[in-house]
């Protein structure tokens, strides 16, 4: 069975930082694409980074770029999103999923297979 948890999430102030943290198991694919999603009150889920397990390669939404830093650790199936200089804007659960690749629209959730919880972002003005 495969299973995704997130962590780390928490409150903050603007300008803050978290580091949230997605651990795979029950997934045994050597090249697979790790997406980092999120859903505010009242909004669709939007893509806001993803990281290819066999290249490192990633993508960001516009509006994190500069700011989040996704990173993984393979042989631990760890994938992390480092967010600083956070805005209340970057208020939302966040989720990772899933999926091997090819993927071809990486913040595209559609593309995804398997999805965890979820982990509550909050940040306060």
């Known amino acids: 069975e495969v299973q995704l948890v997130e962590s780390g999430g928490g409150s903050v102030q603007a300008g803050g930082s978290l580091r949230l943290r997605c651990e795979i198991s029950g997934f045994n694919f050597d090249d697979y694409v790790v997406g980092w999603f999120r859903q505010a009150p009242g909004k669709e889920r939007e893509g806001v980074s993803c990281?290819?397990?066999?290249?490192?390669?990633?993508e960001y939404r516009d509006s994190v770029k500069g700011r989040f830093a996704v990173s993984s650790d393979n042989a631990k199936k760890t994938v992390y999103l480092q967010m600083n200089s956070l805005k209340p804007e970057d208020t939302a659960v966040y989720y990772c999923?899933?999926?091997?690749?090819?993927?071809?629209?990486?913040?595209?959730?559609?593309?995804?297979?398997?999805w965890g919880q979820g982990t509550q972002v909050t940040v306060s003005s």
């Open positions: 990281i290819r397990s066999r290249d490192g390669s990633t």
């Open positions: 999923a899933t999926g091997v690749f090819p993927i071809f629209r990486r913040l595209d959730e559609i593309e995804y297979d398997y």
